[in-house]
């Protein structure tokens, strides 16, 4: 195993391609805004807005309980009172909106009575106040969806579910449930997992963007340590063979028993090394730049429903991590398979090939708007998205087999078994052809 070692780290191309990854990938994910993260907060409008940066990074982290809401009511009616129109504005404002096509279903004396209902508020302030981003961060979110999770989570999903269904069957005539591809069993399943874990979950919310974009730039790890791992060891089993040591190293004492293992054996360990510095470089950049406070705070999706385990951000990074580094060994074996069989001109741009082509982020598990059909429950299990592990624990997914559910966390750690089983059995068997 040692000689392995020496092999693999002679590689200066190793040292710096590892190097020039990891500093460009990490300037780029930790600064860019070319994509959104879960909570939907743009990293370009966040890093070019100092206000809204700094208002944003003052957040604590606070349980939603029966005092928040009061305080944040009270909150709300101050601002209210600060910026409401005047009873004849509010008047002119809806005769306004509605001759410009807005559907408006309440009347200006109902505004008036009832001044502090966020249902009136795009009545009753005037359009720069209604839109302005602490409208948006501190009330809409609040009224919309911290207050109504808190209160009452299960009917909160559900009511989510309806509103999305009713629309569908207006505009296109079909059943959300239909879009998303769920059976009748599956979306029995769905209901069932949110009344077994949303009534015992308390909602916390806070500053969390850290841990936020920590987990979002996982799904980028094909791209990054999945391109070093193929360069570090794509001639691991095909370096021998291209010598003519093979015949030599099977004839010794424990050749044939011993190689396979001590290949492996540094196989895992480099991989290991390296998804262990990732992750270590990674919370360091994004502990000096966003911070990791909000580690309890309750994971929120881009389409404001919370994770569908009810996780907070620790959780839900630990558990991705784990998936993640499985993956990762699982992403190895298949490499180690591809340079038993192919010489290394030919292993390599295969690697590379495939992991392009299926290690593209599956964003719409973000959204949770997109069917999970044939092709995607076929990506999801290929080495370069265990790897990622990003859709695992986020919105609710599952295969079907008639009418037994299971869901996409266990078929991917029971995918993470069996294909590091037939991985590992190949690489036995191919191994032992070149030892005859």
Not at 380 to 398: D, E, G, R, W
């Amino acid at each position: 195993m040692k000689v392995e070692f020496e092999k693999l780290l002679r590689q200066k191309r190793l040292l710096a391609f590892v190097l020039l990854v990891m500093t460009v990938v990490q300037i780029y994910l930790t600064f860019s805004g070319a994509y959104d993260t879960f909570s939907g907060i743009s990293l370009d409008y966040f890093w070019q807005n100092d206000e809204y940066r700094q208002r944003k990074m003052s957040q604590e982290t606070a349980l939603v309980d029966a005092q928040w809401i009061a305080d944040k009511k009270a909150e709300y009616q101050d601002y209210i009172d600060a910026h409401r129109l005047s009873p004849e504005e509010v008047r002119e404002r809806i005769t306004a909106k509605k001759a410009e096509g807005f559907e408006i279903r309440y009347t200006a004396e109902e505004v008036l009575r009832d001044p502090y209902n966020f249902d009136y508020a795009f009545a009753i302030l005037p359009d720069e106040v209604y839109q302005s981003k602490k409208m948006e961060e501190d009330f809409l979110r609040a009224y919309t969806i911290y207050i109504p999770l808190a209160e009452n989570p299960v009917q909160y999903l559900r009511d989510q579910y309806d509103s999305e269904n009713a629309h569908l069957e207006k505009e296109q005539g079909i059943s959300y449930a239909a879009y998303l591809g769920y059976s009748e069993a599956q979306f029995s399943d769905y209901q069932k997992l949110i009344d077994r874990i949303y009534p015992e979950k308390k909602l916390v919310v806070g500053y969390s963007l850290g841990w936020d974009v920590l987990c979002t730039v996982m799904q980028f790890l094909p791209f990054t340590l999945g391109m070093v791992l193929i360069v570090t060891l794509g001639d691991l089993f095909s370096g021998e063979e291209r010598t003519g040591m093979v015949p030599i190293l099977r004839s010794t004492k424990y050749g044939r028993a011993s190689l396979l293992k001590c290949k492996l054996g540094a196989a895992v360990t480099i991989t290991t090394v390296s998804w262990i510095l990732f992750q270590l470089v990674m919370l360091m950049t994004i502990a000096l730049t966003y911070t990791l406070r909000g580690a309890t705070c309750t994971v929120l999706l881009f389409n404001s429903k919370p994770s569908i385990y009810g996780l907070n951000w620790l959780t839900y990074y630990l558990l991705q991590c784990a998936y993640s580094y499985l993956g990762t060994l699982v992403f190895t074996l298949f490499i180690c398979c591809l340079s038993s069989i192919l010489p290394l001109r030919l292993s390599m741009p295969l690697d590379l090939t495939i992991t392009l082509l299926t290690g593209i982020p599956m964003n719409h598990f973000c959204y949770a708007d997109q069917a999970f059909d044939l092709l995607d429950k076929c990506r999801a299990m290929m080495p370069s998205q265990l790897m990622a592990a990003h859709p695992t624990l986020q919105v609710y997914q599952s295969y079907a087999f008639g009418n037994v559910i299971i869901q996409l966390s266990y078929v991917t750690a029971a995918a993470i078994l069996i294909e590091s089983g037939l991985l590992l059995w190949f690489l036995h068997c191919r191994e032992g052809e070149k030892a005859t």
